[in-house]
């Protein structure tokens, strides 16, 4: 039996966290462990219930969302966080994304495209709505780099097989989806994924593709949907 994906939601509108819930539970792979109203009970609840992944509206009353995904980030990092917003701003989402969201949902495209973020953050993937996924990318190549010095020195001290899952990384493929294509398993994955980022002083998915694609190694294109 496949384990379920526990999830908390965190919306001010209790008529919306339903409306979520909802679709959500609809899906077999899924289960709504916790729902709260702000960031302070998010917080808690975060701490407490150690979710496999957070669905977070930008809009809360005490602080925002970028702010809860900046503070879940800190205290459980593995945690996938999905921001649903009304919002569909680029400024709005490229920071969702620097404060360490890997998944973007517009709320009046919940009820469609809700599932499909899911499934994709869940596998480790990075997930946009299609009519911004292209713009958000552009946009994060464009703000300014934190500790991260694009050069050529830094790429060629990776191993070829780093270099290679890298590349796949960057292209927006999963673990899995990398372990498969090198037909290695998706601890070893990880492990060049790690020696990765610490060989290259990058923090997550969004600064290993900004880096990649600085250095012409993928298409943004690839990033359509």
Known sequence: MIKKKNILIVDDH?????????????DLRFVVVGEAGDVREGLRMASELKPDM??????????????????????????RIMIISMHSKIDYIAEAF????????????????LIKGLESVSNGDYFLDSSISHEVVEKLMKFPTRRMGITDAGYGSLTSREQEVMRLLAEGLSTK?????????????????????KKLGLHGTVELVRYAAKLGLIDLDLWKD
């Open 14 to 26: 209790p008529l919306f966290r339903e409306g979520l819930k909802a679709i959500i539970e609809r």
């Open 54 to 79: 957070i669905v977070v509206d930008i809009s809360l009353p005490d602080k925002s969302g970028i702010e809860l995904t900046r503070e879940i980030q800190t205290l459980l990092p593995e945690t």
């Open 98 to 113: 620097q404060a360490g969201a890997t998944g973007y949902v517009v709320k009046e495209s919940a009820s469609e495209r």
């Open 177 to 197: 989806g990398v372990a498969e294509k090198l037909f290695i398993s998706p601890k070893t994955v990880e492990n060049h994924r790690s020696n990765i980022m």
